[in-house]
């Protein structure tokens, strides 16, 4: 059984810093051709935040651009993301999932993904 359990969530004042880590058991991340960070924040949908494909090519939200950083750890298994600068509006429970479709990593795609880790909270303070 596949599982993808979330950690590193917690709260920051504006401007901080967090690194979540996303465990995969059950299966090698190399399985999986698209991974992704997606976060829900209350009354809004669930978005991607970033993904990652097998290829190591990374994709990002524009509202994250250049203050997350997606990566794949092989060794450990393990799918992060720095988060840097972080903001209020940033605030939100962070998910990652992995997906064996190729086409996940193209676009902002929510839906389709096979495994779900239960999420993370990240509270960002003013």
């Known amino acids: 059984q596949v599982q993808l359990v979330e950690s590193g969530g917690g709260s920051v004042q504006a401007a901080g810093s967090l690194r979540l880590s996303c465990a995969v058991s059950?299966?090698?991340?190399?399985?999986?051709?698209?991974m992704g960070w997606f976060r829900q924040a209350p009354g809004k949908k669930r978005e991607g935040v970033a993904y990652?494909?097998?290829?190591?090519?990374?994709t990002y939200a524009d509202s994250v651009k250049g203050r997350f950083t997606i990566s794949r750890d092989n060794a450990k298994n393990t799918l992060d993301l720095q988060m840097i600068s972080l903001q209020p509006e940033d605030t939100a429970t962070y998910y990652c999932?992995?997906?064996?479709?190729?086409?996940?990593?193209?676009?902002?795609?929510?839906?389709?993904?096979?495994?779900w880790g239960q999420g993370t909270q990240v509270t960002v303070s003013p």
């Open positions: 059950g299966a090698t991340i190399g399985r999986y051709y698209c």
């Open positions: 999932a992995a997906g064996v479709s190729w086409h996940l990593c193209r676009g902002a795609f929510v839906d389709g993904f096979d495994h």
């Open positions: 990652n494909n097998i290829n190591s090519v990374s």
